[in-house]
């Protein structure tokens, strides 16, 4: 500037600060004080671990046993099929499987305790097997004197009696029949059209135990 005789010179002015310097230093502060208190809280306050839900587990049922996995299975190393003492009382029966020489096969039977008879003799029982001899068919064998005479329409009933619900067959287990070749065989046919009696099963008893020796 000029000078100018007379006017005093004035003293120079300071510079003026920039007005958004502070604005920008409290930021600064105030970002500094919320990192810092931040850190503090969570080291204080520790997060909750977190709990892993444990998944429920689905049970599921084991399938029941085969009821034919828990019959006597009768072999050439293990022919038992009973005790006497099991099948004490007259037409008591058992089911059980034998097994075919020829083709391995487990046969389904059944051994009846007779109502004639020793019970430690082999002639005290019929075992034969449950398969009919021709046709699909499994032979029942029946004690509901009810069901034989109306079901199978046998009103001579009078015991037990083995039948074919396919051909409504009955055989009487206290008569025989003679086979071709002169061969007696129990279970003698006394209603229906089948050709023969069941196949047989041949046992005998050692002591107090039964044994399937083989089938027909």
């Known amino acids: 500037m000029p000078h100018i005789p007379g006017v005093a010179d004035l003293p120079p002015r300071p510079p003026r600060l920039n007005p958004l310097i502070p604005l920008i230093i409290g930021v600064l502060i105030l970002g500094v004080v919320f990192v810092f208190t931040s850190r503090w809280i969570s080291r204080t306050h520790p997060a909750e671990a977190t709990r892993s839900e444990a998944v429920p587990q689905i049970e599921v049922p084991s399938p029941p046993p085969d009821p034919d996995s828990l019959l006597p299975h009768a072999d050439a190393s293990n022919p038992v099929i009973a ?27 059944i051994i009846v305790r007779l109502p004639t008879g020793s019970a430690t003799q082999a002639n005290g029982y019929w075992a034969f097997s449950r398969k009919a001899p021709y046709g ?8 509901n004197l009810s069901n034989l005479r109306d079901g199978y329409g ?8 083995t039948g074919n619900p396919c051909s409504h067959t009955l055989y009487d287990p206290l008569k025989t029949a003679n086979l071709p070749g002169n061969v007696w065989i129990r279970g003698a046919i006394v209603q229906g059209s089948d050709i023969r009696p069941p196949y047989g099963v041949e046992i005998k008893v050692q002591g107090k135990q039964i044994l399937a020796v083989r089938s027909e």
Do not use: M
């Open 83 to 109: 005790t006497v003492a099991q099948l004490a009382r007259p037409w008591s029966s058992i089911n059980f499987f034998v097994k075919n020489p020829v083709n391995g096969e487990d046969i389904p039977a």
């Open 136 to 143: 699909p068919c499994e032979l029942e064998y029946g004690t």
């Open 154 to 161: 046998y009103r001579a009933a009078t015991h037990p009696l």
